[in-house]
Every structure is written in C-alpha cells, then in structure tokens.
C-alpha cells in the first residue's frame, strides 16, 4: 500500500475519532467545556485512535454485556448523541 493511502486512512480515522469523542465529550455534563486539559485529551485521544477506538470498543462491549437490561434505552440515546440532532446542538 502506498504511503499516501496510509496517511489518507489515519486522517480518516482521526475525523471519524475526533467526531465519536467530540460528541461524548459535549454530552458529558460532568466535564467543563472551557478547560484546556479537557480539549487536549480529546484531540490527543483522536490522533491516537487506533488505540483509542480499540479500547473504546473493548470497554463498551464490556459494558453492554454487563447491562443487557438496560440496552433498550441506551442504543436509541447513544445514536442521538452521535448523530448530532438539533437537540444536541441547543445544548
């Protein structure tokens, strides 16, 4: 494979990171949007995301295999986040 396909597919990659972290990042009530730390774990966790995805996915099916019940409501609330709603701008 050319180098030039390989840096296409990571740059891919770090936009399609960087927009899953965003989302859950401005979701997340908890965190502050004005602090610098914050912003730079997730651009630092975007270009690091064959690692990071790999994980996030590994704890995430960790997670639904712990908490089947509540599946039903976590998928439809997941895509909201992710598929940025009007509702989720407003925010």
Not at 32 to 51: A, D, E, F, H
Request: charged share 10%; proline share 4%.
């Amino acid at each position: 494979m050319p180098p030039c396909q390989l840096v296409t597919i990571y740059l891919v990659g770090s936009l399609v990171s960087f927009c899953f972290y965003l989302a859950f990042f401005l979701y997340d009530t908890s965190t502050s949007k004005t602090n610098v730390t914050s912003w730079t774990l997730v651009l630092l966790v975007s270009m690091i995301w064959p690692i990071s995805m790999t994980s996030s996915f590994i704890h995430f099916i960790r997670w639904m295999q712990k908490t089947r019940s509540s599946i039903k409501i976590v998928i439809p609330k997941a895509w909201q986040i992710l598929s940025f709603t009007q509702s989720a701008r407003e925010r």
